[in-house]
Structure formats: C-alpha cells, structure tokens
Nanobody
Framework: QVQLVESGGGLVQAGGSLRLSCAAS????????MGWFRQAPGKEREFVAT????????VYADSVKGRFIISRNNAKNTVYLQMNSLKPEDTAVYYC????????????????WGQGTQVTVSS
C-alpha cells in the first residue's frame, strides 16, 4: 500500500502561481512513477503530468505544457506540481497518484490515489 496526501491547493488569481505537494508513505516511493490528474466540475478526471522514479521521463498534457512543472524529492517521499501562469480553466480538484508504469498518462494504470486538493483560479 502507498498512502498519498496532497496539499498546497487554494484560491489564486489568474496569472498567479501555486505549488502542490504530495507526500507518500508506505511502500518504497522510489519504486513508483508519480502523476498528477485533475477533475473540474462536471468533467471527467484528466491527466496533467507524470514523472519517472528517478525524476526524469516527464510527460505533460498539452494544456499545461510550458506552465506546470512536475518534480520529486525521493529523500522526502514527495512529488510536487509547480503551477505558473494559472488560468480559470485550471480550476479543479488535483489528485496525485502512483503507478509502476513509467510515462503513463492513463489513470487506469495508476494504483494508488490521494484524496485531492482544490485549486480555484479566479478571473
């Protein structure tokens, strides 16, 4: 089992920045690639970004490429999502998740999920 707890969400104006954190406990964190997904009201959950176990092999959704940066600190068992130039359409609940599949963009391949953190971007 891997337990994931997200933090760092909140309310921010358009153009602003937020950094989300996801703390992992349980099984060895370094064994897993990590991903961020989001779900906006009335929409399906969608892929945002993923990072390989070593910190390389990052993949981003086109909608966030160039604005968001995913990173991880294996010594702290934590994965981050730095979100810059935020837009109202980035408003969603953001989830982190763990998978054994590197570079996976499919939520079906993620085994462990956090409870989510709300990000609201005002215009």
């Amino acid at each position: 089992q891997v337990q994931l707890v997200e933090s760092g969400g909140g309310l921010v104006q358009a153009g602003g920045s937020l950094r989300l954190s996801c703390a992992a406990s349980g099984r060895t964190f370094i064994n897993y690639a990590m991903g961020w997904f989001r779900q906006a009201p009335g929409k399906e959950r969608e892929f945002v970004a993923t990072i390989g176990w070593s910190g390389g092999s990052t993949v981003y959704a086109d909608s966030v490429k160039g604005r968001f940066i995913i990173s991880r600190n294996n010594a702290k068992n934590t994965v981050y999502l730095q979100m810059n130039s935020l837009k109202p359409e980035d408003t969603a609940v953001y989830y982190c998740a763990a998978t054994i599949y590197p570079q996976s963009t499919s939520q079906r391949e993620y085994t462990y999920w956090g409870q989510g953190t709300q990000v609201t971007v005002s215009s």
